[in-house]
């Protein structure tokens, strides 16, 4: 009789639970976007939603709303004189509790002259000086991309006029510029490249990011004519933000997937309390697979990695909110040689190579908000620590090894950001801001020389030197229609002594309610690795010289005019034609062969003698048609057209290695809510890739027979191009909606038809035939992910 009263009790549970509707709690807050004080009382309303379901912030700006059925939903925020928001794509899981952080505009209208309009362009920037070439990568994009692996650079690719350098790595080529002027930021300051297995001296991406979704918050990226605060870039700006953690309930997530393990943790320091924290550790299972015979490494050295990233915020009633936030990582990897000798075919089965990577970032932050609700100071301090190690050996049939190549390079780098920003009125605000930078660096490079036979160094150097830059900033709304807003930027490097004033401005006109153009133009400067100041050489009496302690800044005007049209609520074209001026661009002194310039390597290190004489050139029109998620599909189409030149001391304008021409982007997905009860989610999403090729010097296929060994036609220097790029990614996944927790499970296959595109080529002296190197074919990336 109890078993039959215990089955009864169980089913009756079980029923009564599965006939429920699932729903779940959306929290976060709400504030003003220039002074980011607490907008207390603002209305948070659940578009669509009947009766109505909403709620209304509380005095420190956060909401709570309860009893959200568990779908995709969008939410309304209205508070009195401010402009409406709408937020899009808010997915509500089971599992753990949905949230987002809202910025409203003051509007410039008296209140009897209001008329509120709802902002569905969920794109525009979070920044809202940044008036061109601006994109929101919100952390659901990043998730639901194509083969984006939760990476936010490799999602990057897919806004128009941004390519990949190569598939096995993330580094970002903006309108035909050389990634290494890529601009990393964290929580508002400079960090040093957040990637795993970073690609030498200047780079600014690696074979996978060492920061996961599960941490990032909605974050900014710009790809020409920056506002004023953005120092030390030229062609991008990718201004990470790192979510709070829940300061109200404990959550969990843990992910097994191919390319790694990861779990994470978040919740309240103590029940009731404001305090909160987030935390997020990966590591790499590739290793585990190759021993069970699944080879995605290629036959080299398996790539292993690990990272921590975490962010706690301590908020206080008097001395504002201090932040701790931080990311770790270490990454090794490198090539196999081949142990039967007899199958060495070519030079370079000789060869083997490994690379060691660490990275660790230490940040501090505080926000403090003064009585009078119009002025806000947020200051930055971070700490962090790079070490870069690459050997190369050489060995014989005996398998001696001789190093041929070695390098370390250790930086430790203290940073502090700090500025005030005041706001005069709903019109009127100014920002000042300054940033230091102490960089801390023990640099070493030696390489075989094979003519000499003897082995050179090219930098042994250590010791430290300080970068300052400063700025200010003035936004002027004349409406709510029209906003102007100008800048001036500084900046002084004490290695080589040189400084750089860059103003900057910036326009949108609101023509019609549905159509906006937009200005945006500026100085820009950055600086090289300081690698690159202190290589040395030697001299005839033995003794050593820096050639390039003198270089100056790499320096860019940027000019920008946009265009964008709502074509309803949920399609929008926006258009943009652009001019680049690049000026005092690194050049190789008495350069024969005219290709030696920075704007055509992604990174890298030397000692040769450089100038800044050199120049160059990008312009070019971007088209994207994008409709927002809206009956559970999306879409959008990019298209790129553009020039990329330089011009070395002989005055001749050539092709960049990276002027590709075209790009062009494809990508779209559908969700189908399953169920009995519709609360389980199947996604289908595709995104498609094609572009020029990049640009190549030819070799000279009889010279380079006749000299055994390859010779290249530098007279026709980076006028043939490899075959064109063209890749299919596709995702599928699949959510499952329980009670009290929820899984996802999810496969990406990047280049999904297998294509071999081509990285460049080579002359082959064992065959004495023009080969290819070629980049990843097809690559699946399964995951499995349980929240709870």
Same mark, same amino acid.
């Given at each position: 009789m109890k078993t039959k009263l215990l089955f009864l009790c169980f089913f009756m549970t079980y029923f009564i639970v599965n006939a429920q509707d699932l729903t779940q709690t959306v929290w976060g807050v709400v504030t003003d976007v220039e002074v980011k004080s607490p907008l207390i009382g603002a209305i948070v309303i659940l578009d669509g939603s009947e009766p109505v379901l909403g709620t209304t912030t509380d005095m420190d700006g956060h909401f709570r709303l309860e009893n959200v059925p568990v779908g995709r939903h969008n939410f309304l925020i209205r508070y009195t004189g401010y402009e409406d928001v709408y937020v899009r794509d808010i997915i509500v899981a089971s599992g753990r509790e949905a949230t987002f952080t809202v910025q409203m505009t003051e509007s410039i209208t008296s209140l009897q002259e209001v008329t509120v309009v709802a902002n569905s362009d969920k794109s525009l920037a979070i920044n809202q000086v940044a008036t061109v070439s601006a994109t929101q990568i919100t952390v659901e994009e990043t998730s639901r991309i194509a083969a984006g692996i939760s990476d936010p650079g490799r999602t990057a690719q897919s806004v128009a006029g941004v390519s990949s350098a190569d598939d096995e790595g993330n580094e970002l080529v903006i309108r035909g510029n050389s990634p290494r002027g890529f601009l990393w930021r964290m929580e508002g300051i400079e960090i040093p490249n957040p990637n795993h297995f970073s690609n030498g001296e200047g780079s600014t991406g690696g074979g996978v990011c060492a920061l996961s979704t599960q941490v990032l918050d909605n974050s900014d990226f710009l790809t020409g004519a920056f506002p004023g605060e953005y120092g030390n870039a030229l062609s991008g700006v990718f201004d990470l933000n790192l979510r709070s953690g829940n300061a109200d309930k404990r959550e969990y997530s843990v992910q097994l997937g191919v390319l790694g393990a990861q779990a994470s943790l978040e919740g309240p320091f103590k029940k009731g309390g404001n305090a909160s924290y987030l935390v997020n550790y990966r590591y790499s299972t590739l290793e585990v697979l190759s021993k069970i015979g699944i080879d995605i490494s290629g036959g080299d050295i398996v790539p292993k990695w690990q990272d921590l990233s975490y962010k706690m915020v301590f908020p206080t009633e008097k001395a504002g909110r201090f932040t701790l936030w931080g990311l770790g990582g270490i990454s090794s990897a490198g090539s196999k040689i081949v142990q039967d000798t007899s199958l060495w075919m070519y030079r370079g089965d000789h060869y083997k190579d490994t690379e060691d990577h660490t990275l660790g970032i230490a940040g501090l932050t505080h926000n403090y908000i003064?009585?009078?609700?119009?002025?806000?100071?947020?200051?930055?301090?971070?700490?962090?620590?790079?070490?870069?190690?690459?050997?190369? /050996?050489?060995?014989?049939?005996?398998? /001696?090894?001789?190093?041929?190549?070695?390098?370390?390079?250790?930086?430790?780098? #203290?940073?502090?950001?700090?500025?005030?920003?005041?706001?005069?009125?709903?019109?009127?605000?100014i920002r000042a801001g300054v940033i230091f930078h102490n960089r801390a660096f023990d640099s070493k490079a030696t390489y075989l020389n094979f003519d000499t036979d003897e082995f050179e160094t090219q930098v042994d150097d250590k010791g430290s030197t300080i970068m300052l830059e400063e700025y200010v900033q003035w936004m002027h709304r004349f409406n709510n229609n029209f906003e102007v807003n100008a800048g001036l930027h500084y900046t002084f490097m004490a290695v080589n002594d040189d400084v750089a004033f860059e103003p900057r401005l910036g326009a949108r006109w609101k023509a019609t309610p549905k159509s906006t153009f937009n200005f945006g133009a500026g100085l820009h400067s950055r600086v090289e690795p300081i690698s690159l100041y202190l290589g040395q050489r030697q001299k005839e009496d033995g003794s050593y010289e820096q050639p390039n302690l003198g270089l100056g800044l790499t320096k860019a005007a940027h000019i920008v005019l946009g265009f964008n049209l709502e074509l309803s609520r949920d399609i929008r074209l926006k258009t943009e034609v652009y001019y680049q001026y690049l000026y005092n661009v690194p050049v190789k002194t008495g350069d024969t062969t005219n290709i030696f310039s920075a704007l055509n390597f992604s990174s890298g290190f030397t000692n040769e003698?450089?100038?800044? /004489?050199?120049?160059?050139?990008?312009?070019?029109?971007?088209?994207?048609?994008?409709?927002?998620? =809206?009956?559970?599909?999306?879409?959008?189409?990019?298209? =790129?057209?553009?020039?990329?030149?330089?011009?070395?001391?002989?005055? +001749?304008?050539?092709?960049?290695?990276?002027? =590709?021409?075209?790009?062009?982007?494809v990508v779209g997905g559908k969700e189908w809510k399953v169920g009995k009860r519709k609360t389980n989610v199947f996604g289908a999403n595709v995104r498609g890739i094609l572009r020029g090729g990049y640009r190549t +010097?030819?070799?000279? #296929?009889?010279? =380079?027979?006749?000299?055994?060994?390859?010779?290249?036609?530098?007279?026709?220097?980076?006028?043939?191009?490899?075959?064109?790029?063209?890749?299919?990614?596709?995702?599928?996944?699949?959510?499952?909606n329980l009670p009290t927790w929820s899984w996802v499970l999810s496969l990406d296959i990047q280049n999904v038809t297998g294509r071999l595109n081509v990285y460049n080529e080579y002359y082959s002296s064992e065959r004495n035939v023009v080969d290819y190197n070629y980049m990843n074919g097809l690559i699946p990336i399964l995951n499995y992910r349980v929240e709870f």
């Amino acid at each position: 009789m109890k078993t039959k009263l215990l089955f009864l009790c169980f089913f009756m549970t079980y029923f009564i639970v599965n006939a429920q509707d699932l729903t779940q709690t959306v929290w976060g807050v709400v504030t003003d976007v220039e002074v980011k004080s607490p907008l207390i009382g603002a209305i948070v309303i659940l578009d669509g939603s009947e009766p109505v379901l909403g709620t209304t912030t509380d005095m420190d700006g956060h909401f709570r709303l309860e009893n959200v059925p568990v779908g995709r939903h969008n939410f309304l925020i209205r508070y009195t004189g401010y402009e409406d928001v709408y937020v899009r794509d808010i997915i509500v899981a089971s599992g753990r509790e949905a949230t987002f952080t809202v910025q409203m505009t003051e509007s410039i209208t008296s209140l009897q002259e209001v008329t509120v309009v709802a902002n569905s362009d969920k794109s525009l920037a979070i920044n809202q000086v940044a008036t061109v070439s601006a994109t929101q990568i919100t952390v659901e994009e990043t998730s639901r991309i194509a083969a984006g692996i939760s990476d936010p650079g490799r999602t990057a690719q897919s806004v128009a006029g941004v390519s990949s350098a190569d598939d096995e790595g993330n580094e970002l080529v903006i309108r035909g510029n050389s990634p290494r002027g890529f601009l990393w930021r964290m929580e508002g300051i400079e960090i040093p490249n957040p990637n795993h297995f970073s690609n030498g001296e200047g780079s600014t991406g690696g074979g996978v990011c060492a920061l996961s979704t599960q941490v990032l918050d909605n974050s900014d990226f710009l790809t020409g004519a920056f506002p004023g605060e953005y120092g030390n870039a030229l062609s991008g700006v990718f201004d990470l933000n790192l979510r709070s953690g829940n300061a109200d309930k404990r959550e969990y997530s843990v992910q097994l997937g191919v390319l790694g393990a990861q779990a994470s943790l978040e919740g309240p320091f103590k029940k009731g309390g404001n305090a909160s924290y987030l935390v997020n550790y990966r590591y790499s299972t590739l290793e585990v697979l190759s021993k069970i015979g699944i080879d995605i490494s290629g036959g080299d050295i398996v790539p292993k990695w690990q990272d921590l990233s975490y962010k706690m915020v301590f908020p206080t009633e008097k001395a504002g909110r201090f932040t701790l936030w931080g990311l770790g990582g270490i990454s090794s990897a490198g090539s196999k040689i081949v142990q039967d000798t007899s199958l060495w075919m070519y030079r370079g089965d000789h060869y083997k190579d490994t690379e060691d990577h660490t990275l660790g970032i230490a940040g501090l932050t505080h926000n403090y908000i003064f009585k009078n609700n119009k002025t806000y100071i947020k200051t930055v301090a971070a700490y962090s620590y790079t070490n870069d190690q690459v050997v190369v /050996d050489t060995l014989n049939y005996e398998f /001696d090894p001789t190093i041929i190549e070695q390098s370390d390079f250790i930086y430790n780098t #203290l940073s502090v950001s700090s500025f005030l920003h005041h706001k005069f009125n709903a019109g009127n605000s100014i920002r000042a801001g300054v940033i230091f930078h102490n960089r801390a660096f023990d640099s070493k490079a030696t390489y075989l020389n094979f003519d000499t036979d003897e082995f050179e160094t090219q930098v042994d150097d250590k010791g430290s030197t300080i970068m300052l830059e400063e700025y200010v900033q003035w936004m002027h709304r004349f409406n709510n229609n029209f906003e102007v807003n100008a800048g001036l930027h500084y900046t002084f490097m004490a290695v080589n002594d040189d400084v750089a004033f860059e103003p900057r401005l910036g326009a949108r006109w609101k023509a019609t309610p549905k159509s906006t153009f937009n200005f945006g133009a500026g100085l820009h400067s950055r600086v090289e690795p300081i690698s690159l100041y202190l290589g040395q050489r030697q001299k005839e009496d033995g003794s050593y010289e820096q050639p390039n302690l003198g270089l100056g800044l790499t320096k860019a005007a940027h000019i920008v005019l946009g265009f964008n049209l709502e074509l309803s609520r949920d399609i929008r074209l926006k258009t943009e034609v652009y001019y680049q001026y690049l000026y005092n661009v690194p050049v190789k002194t008495g350069d024969t062969t005219n290709i030696f310039s920075a704007l055509n390597f992604s990174s890298g290190f030397t000692n040769e003698p450089l100038v800044n /004489d050199g120049t160059g050139r990008n312009y070019g029109v971007e088209v994207t048609l994008q409709k927002f998620f =809206s009956n559970q599909w999306y879409g959008f189409a990019t298209a =790129s057209l553009f020039q990329s030149k330089y011009t070395m001391p002989d005055n +001749v304008e050539r092709n960049t290695a990276f002027n =590709s021409n075209y790009i062009f982007n494809v990508v779209g997905g559908k969700e189908w809510k399953v169920g009995k009860r519709k609360t389980n989610v199947f996604g289908a999403n595709v995104r498609g890739i094609l572009r020029g090729g990049y640009r190549t +010097v030819p070799i000279n #296929l009889q010279a =380079s027979i006749d000299q055994n060994g390859e010779v290249l036609d530098y007279d026709q220097a980076y006028e043939t191009k490899v075959p064109d790029y063209f890749r299919i990614d596709i995702g599928v996944s699949y959510r499952k909606n329980l009670p009290t927790w929820s899984w996802v499970l999810s496969l990406d296959i990047q280049n999904v038809t297998g294509r071999l595109n081509v990285y460049n080529e080579y002359y082959s002296s064992e065959r004495n035939v023009v080969d290819y190197n070629y980049m990843n074919g097809l690559i699946p990336i399964l995951n499995y992910r349980v929240e709870f």
